[in-house]
């Protein structure tokens, strides 16, 4: 399934997508060309705290770190890692993705409901 084109996610750009199959949102975030996607659950509480307080609103004002708006843990865009806040050294959980020959971010993972179709 496509999130979206590459195009449609600038340099510096996070955004969250509803996926059929997901319990949260996939945050796709571009940084230096590369894209990584996490799971919307900050580590912070173990089921996972929605990470934005508005939409899209996953990055710091600097864009350096993925951010939960909850209790301001800082994120490393690559790794998912906690480098800031209460949940230091915890990660995000990371989701592969792959572009297509289109030019789509397509998650490279089956979800449970793909699995048993
Ligand atoms: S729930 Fe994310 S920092 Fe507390």
Known sequence: ????????????QARGFTVAGFDRKIILVRRDG?????????????AGTPMAWKTDAYLNGARTHL???AHGAQFDIDTGKC???????????AIPVI????GGIEIAVQ???????
Do not use: W
Not at 83 to 93: A, I, R
Not at 111 to 117: D, L
């Open 67 to 69: 951010v939960c708006h």
């Open 83 to 93: 480098v800031s806040g209460p949940c230091l050294g915890q990660s995000l959980t």
């Open 34 to 46: 590369r894209i990584r996607a996490y799971r919307d659950a900050c580590p912070h509480y173990s």
């Open 99 to 102: 572009i297509n020959q289109s």
């Open 1 to 12: 399934m496509e999130l979206c084109r590459k195009n449609d996610l600038e340099e510096g």
């Open 111 to 117: 979800t449970e409901g793909e699995k048993s179709a």
